[in-house]
């Protein structure tokens, strides 16, 4: 079955990466803005709808067309998905102008009507609560068509119940966590935590944690997802994750973060138990002078540290602390501001630097290695 994820800039490398660890025998292709890829069974959506965190959306294709006057739906298996009773809604993304997304959601909603005719079926359209939708997406090339299994953004987590204005949503987060050079039984801290989006997306990454827990009277998260597991003769029940929260006893911490703020550190514990992550993450109040008395020397694989311009000043006792406790050859990943002109220490070299850009907020990353 042909699909694609729709994600923001600059994510499609790590999409079309993560979609391979999971799913080795795909074979993804990432294009500008989304990652094509194919699943064998109808429950391999499943697993990437619960652990892929870098996607806004998984879709199952209904193709791609470079224009939208002369769409053919015919091969699509429309029975797999749609009753009479089913409702569904067509929804047109990056386009400009309501007037042009309206137009185009009545042309495709047209020819789905068409199609759902010939199998003898009269579906009904519902713009507030579809059991369906139906995302138009354009790419700036050509126009994807596709069934959003999950029917909702995924980037927006559903833990970041207690926000911090300067973090970030959950699919950059992991982006900076895989940028980082992270990798799973290494060894992570993070500093300046916020409200802890950096440290829980690394814990889901290392410990496969799903991002939406789903139970058995939840399945309403994924409708059309649910939809296809059991048109396939598999119950839904069989098919939900199962996932033991295991004490800090039982569970050998490999993600460590603090911030020096109280207040950043409650939200970021409440955070990562909403997330189904706290006792993989070792959270605490301390600051950056305290890593050398907290820490090992060389006891850290990668370091991230989030520098706002009030800690800006505090460079070089970033390099001290970060020196004392990274290992030869690890890597720290500084975010800050755009602009922000630093000099790097001869302890450590650059091995890469970039932005990366979401409505009117830059973020700056150097991504730094031991000597």
Known sequence: ??????????????????????????KPKHLSLSVEFEVKKNEDLLLLAQHLQS???????????????????????????????????VEVENVSGQDNRFAMAKNVAGHIFSELEKVKMVPKMEMKKPNILVIVFYTGKEYLIGIDICGRELNSRHYRVFPHPASFKGDLGYYFVRTSGFKLG?????????????????ALFQHQVPLKQLKEDSWHYFPSLVKLVESSGVNSSEVIPKVKD???????????????SIQNTNASRKNAYLAGVKSHINLQKYSLEDLDVKY???????????????????????????????????????????????????????????EMVRGNSITAWWLLEKV
Request: aromatic letters at 12%.
């Open 296 to 354: 090992d020397p060389n006891q850290f694989d990668r370091i991230i540290l989030q520098v706002t311009s009030k800690d800006e000043d505090q460079l070089n006792e970033i390099y001290y602390q970060t020196n004392y406790v990274l290992k030869s050859k690890g890597t720290l990943l500084l975010l800050g501001r755009k602009g922000w002109d630093f000099s790097v220490s001869n302890k450590f070299k650059l091995l890469q630097s970039g």
């Open 1 to 26: 079955m042909k699909c694609f994820a729709l994600v923001n800039p600059g994510l499609e490398n790590i999409t079309e990466k993560e979609v391979k660890e999971f799913l080795p025998s795909s």
């Open 55 to 89: 996607v806004k959306r998984i879709c199952i294709s209904l193709g791609k067309y470079f224009s939208l006057d002369n769409l053919k739906l015919a091969t699509f298996p429309w029975l797999d998905f749609f009753t009479n009773e089913t409702s569904f809604k």
């Open 246 to 260: 295991l004490s800090e006893s039982e569970n050998k911490i490999s993600i460590f973060a603090f911030d020096q």
């Open 186 to 202: 290494e060894q992570i801290l993070i500093g300046f935590a916020k409200d802890g989006v950096l440290a829980i997306e690394a």
